[in-house]
């Protein structure tokens, strides 16, 4: 009878010289592969108990509704219709509204030279009004932060010398402005 090959499994990386025989497990083709179907069987068997109490809840509340509306008359059967029908429709409409607000504030953010990554987190302001005042201080704070930098890396735009010929004896453009007649 031929021995079955073995697979030896490390917990850790380490260097050879660190392992000690009690860190390496030696498992056979067999063992190993029934470690893998344990482990598969148990996590198959958790989330088809989570499907079961999932479907076993909307069960229960489509009896729950089944009950309530064999107990109605034709009219509140009715008006209940209405009302899911209402509650649906606002639905829809919260999130169409929500979907052009969406579009709009990357639509703003691109026209302002803004990241566009920001979107989702004015989105989450809900209103366009408070949106478009968002973006405008933070257009504003950026343009005046660039500013500063920009000044601050130039000096304040003043010349780093003070030597300077003009209005001196040997002032080359009062020599031409002479000449003009200037």
Request: net charge negative; glycine share 4%.
């Amino acid at each position: 009878m031929a021995e079955e090959p073995t697979v030896t499994e490390t917990p850790d990386v380490k260097n050879e010289s660190e392992q000690t025989q009690d860190d390496v497990q030696q498992l056979t083709a067999k063992e190993l592969q029934a470690l893998k179907d344990s482990t598969y069987d148990k996590a198959r068997n958790d989330l088809m108990e989570k499907f079961k109490q999932d479907q076993d809840k909307i069960v229960e509340e489509a009896k729950k509704q089944a009950l309530a509306e064999s107990k109605m008359t034709a009219d509140e059967k009715a008006q209940a219709e209405w009302e899911a029908k209402n509650k649906e429709l606002a639905e829809r409409a919260e999130a169409i509204k929500q979907r052009e607000l969406s579009a709009d504030i990357t639509k703003q953010l691109a026209t302002a030279g803004l990241p566009v990554e920001l979107s989702d987190k004015l989105l989450s302001l809900g209103d366009a009004k408070a949106t478009d005042e968002f973006i405008s201080t933070i257009k504003e704070v950026i343009q005046k932060q660039a500013n500063e930098e920009i000044t601050k890396r130039t000096n304040g735009g003043k010349p780093k010398s003070s030597a300077s010929n003009l209005g001196d004896t040997d002032d080359p453009f009062a020599a031409a402005a002479k000449k003009l007649g200037f």
